[in-house]
Each structure stands twice: as structure tokens, then as C-alpha cells.
């Protein structure tokens, strides 16, 4: 999700409400940060977590930017819309990044970036590393 503008009113929100309480705990019992560097809050299941920090590497998320799982999304743009007027922070749209996607090409050794509406899948090579034309394959 993207909003219009970071302010510490969006950070507060997030990282304080009690209705993203058990996302915000889970994540760090599992020794994930919801909160990165670069201000970017990530709102998904433990296990979705290391797939889509691969996903996301070299790309520029920022502090008004949230990723969440499916099912926190109306809650996330509940609160934010919850937020007074003055702080002039609104959904600005969303990218979807399918966490089951994410999963299988993790478990089978893919790498997978996403740039805005482009995806980026580097797969491993089925070519032989032996000199002879046996074993080898074309995709």
C-alpha cells in the first residue's frame, strides 16, 4: 500500500494500534522487524516474511509505504482513514505481490523481483556443466 505522504501520525497508527497487535508480536516473536531502515512497515505472516525481502530487494519502499498480507489491508486503510484530516495522509493505491507465488519460487531456488508492474523471475540454469551435449536441456 501506498500513502500520500509519511507523517509520524501514519507511523503511530501503525505500529501502536491494538487491532494490528498480534501481526506487529508474531512477527517480532519470529525475530522480524516490522519497521525497516528505510521506514517501510511490513505487516505479514512469519512465514511470507524472508520470501518477500528477496522480493522487494534494490527497490526504493519508503516510510509511507506498507506491506501487509491480504487480510490486514482493510484494517490498515481503516486506520489510516481514521486519522485526522490535518495530517493529509490517504490511500495513494496498491501493488499486489502474491505470497504463494513468492513461496514456491523461494523453495525452488528462484529469485523474484517485483518493479513496479514488471516481475522479474531469475531462474536457475538447466544446462550441464560437463562439455558434452549429454545432460543437457533447453527450455
Known amino acids: 500500500l501506498k500513502f500520500s505522504r509519511p507523517c509520524e501520525a501514519l507511523r503511530d497508527v501503525l505500529l501502536k494500534s491494538d487491532e494490528l497487535a498480534a501481526a506487529r508480536q508474531s512477527l ?28 522487494i530487494e534494490g527497490q526504493a519502499l519508503y516510510s509511507e509505504d506498507v506491506i501487509v498480507e491480504p487480510g490486514f489491508e482493510s484494517i490498515v486503510t481503516g486506520l489510516v482513514k481514521g486519522l485526522k484530516k490535518k495530517h493529509k495522509v490517504y490511500p495513494r493505491g496498491s501493488n499486489v505481490i502474491p ?41
Do not use: W
Not at 49 to 55: C, H, K, R, T
Open 28 to 55: 517480532e516473536a519470529a525475530n522480524f522487524r516490522v519497521e525497516l531502515n528505510s521506514g517501510l512497515k511490513i505487516l505479514v505472516k512469519p512465514d511470507h516474511y524472508e520470501a518477500l525481502m528477496v522480493a
Open 99 to 139: 505470497p504463494g507465488f513468492l513461496l514456491a519460487a523461494k523453495d525452488a531456488g528462484m529469485q523474484v523481483s517485483f518493479a513496479r508492474r514488471v516481475i522479474t523471475i531469475k531462474v536457475p540454469s538447466l544446462r550441464s556443466m560437463t562439455d558434452t551435449d549429454e545432460g543437457r536441456k533447453t527450455v
